[in-house]
């Protein structure tokens, strides 16, 4: 029986063994094939991303077809990543993972980021981001359990519910970024700010590598092609 889902949302869906449960398979479908031609018609400017995991390679290669058409792409994940993360790095079996996530720090519109708070001692801690949600423009949104790994895409059981309403995934933009950015982007369109984002994130990097804990905001710009690579 499928469970009942109170959510401000148009479609709900379960993922079951990597595919939506029959009831709602029609929804989905439907949805991601009409954003993903709107996407290839160059009609999208901006995609956010928030995950636990770093995307596969299939994933990372539709990443990569964005940004060759200019969309603006910020993908918040964990810093430092955890363990079987930092390990894997070194597994030549799976080079190929952190090679294609390497390959998007080429692109100016490809922002990797990472969230770190005041600890109360004047000083930084990294946010352990276990957050699955994407939204595309001001638009479209998915939010669930769904991590961009193949365990979570091929084995595992997850719920998301898609979301294509501006009323609802505005706000939660504009909501995210205040906190990660530490202003408010509700003047601004989607593009101009993920373009923001990467601005400040790129800031306090730099105010992170000199141990300044004074930033704006709590998000910070890592190098895609370094990720994981500390044991």
């Known amino acids: 029986m499928m469970p009942k889902i109170s959510l401000c949302s148009r479609h709900a869906f379960l993922i079951r063994a990597g595919k939506a449960s029959s009831r709602f398979n029609g929804m989905f479908t439907r949805d991601v094939t009409q954003m993903g031609a709107r996407v290839r018609a160059g009609l999208h400017t901006t995609i956010y991303i928030e995950n636990q995991a770093i995307p596969i390679p299939p994933v990372a290669d539709a990443i990569e077809e964005a940004l060759k058409r200019g969309v603006e792409v910020v993908i918040l994940v964990l810093a430092p990543p955890e363990p079987h993360v930092r390990e894997a790095r070194w597994d030549p079996s799976r080079r190929l ?118 930033w704006q905001g709590i998000a910070f710009s890592l190098d895609p092609a370094a990720y994981g690579n500390s044991r």
């Not at 609802?168 to 982007?185: K, M």
Request: proline residues 2%; charged residues 25%; aromatic residues 8%.
């Open 97 to 214: 993972l952190f090679d294609r996530v390497g390959s998007l720090g080429q692109y100016e519109r490809f922002s990797l980021v990472g969230i770190a708070a005041m600890n109360g001692e004047d000083a930084r801690r990294d946010i352990y981001v276990y957050g699955k949600l994407m939204l595309v423009d001001d638009e479209w949104a998915t939010i669930g359990s769904c991590n961009l790994h193949s365990n979570s895409l091929s084995g595992h059981t997850e719920m998301n519910a898609s979301i294509w309403d501006a009323t609802v995934v505005r706000p939660l933009r504009c909501e995210l970024l205040s906190e990660h950015l530490g202003q408010d982007t509700g003047y601004l369109d989607a593009r101009e700010a993920l373009q923001l984002y990467r601005v400040i994130a790129q800031q306090n990097r730099r105010k992170r590598e000199v141990g300044d804990p004074d």
